[in-house]
């Protein structure tokens, strides 16, 4: 069983940034995929950028280069940095984990991500 832990979501004005965390329970380093989906209301949860482990980073097509992931596995965390944030940004986003390629998912609670003026 793997928690996480999202944290780091709020308001933010259009033009702004905020940074998301994700603590683990446990080792990131080996899991197969970890990373962040959103859900906006009324809306299908979609992919915003995930690791896979020996294949890098994928992004949403909706990030267009704006949204970064990254790591700390000493600290069991991973990190989405959010630029220019549009009010289409605006969602839930939630941590989601696979520790194995035919494993199950695991998903956090999920953060508010609100941008509005």
């Known amino acids: 069983q793997v928690q996480l832990v999202e944290s780091g979501g709020g308001l933010v004005q259009p033009g702004g940034s905020l940074r998301l965390s994700c603590a683990a329970s446990?080792?990131?380093?080996?899991?197969?995929?970890i990373g962040w989906y959103r859900q906006a209301p009324g809306k299908q949860r979609e992919l915003v950028a995930v690791i896979i482990r020996g294949g890098g980073a994928n992004y949403g097509d909706s990030m267009n280069g704006r949204f970064t992931i990254s790591r700390d596995n000493a600290k069991n965390t991973v990190y989405l940095q959010m630029n220019t944030l549009k009010p289409e940004d605006t969602a839930v986003y939630y941590c989601?984990?696979?520790?194995?390629?035919?494993?199950?998912?695991?998903w956090g609670q999920g953060t508010q991500v609100t941008v509005s003026s």
């Open positions: 446990a080792s990131i380093g080996s899991m197969y995929r």
């Open positions: 989601n984990a696979q520790v194995v390629p035919t494993g199950g998912d695991y």
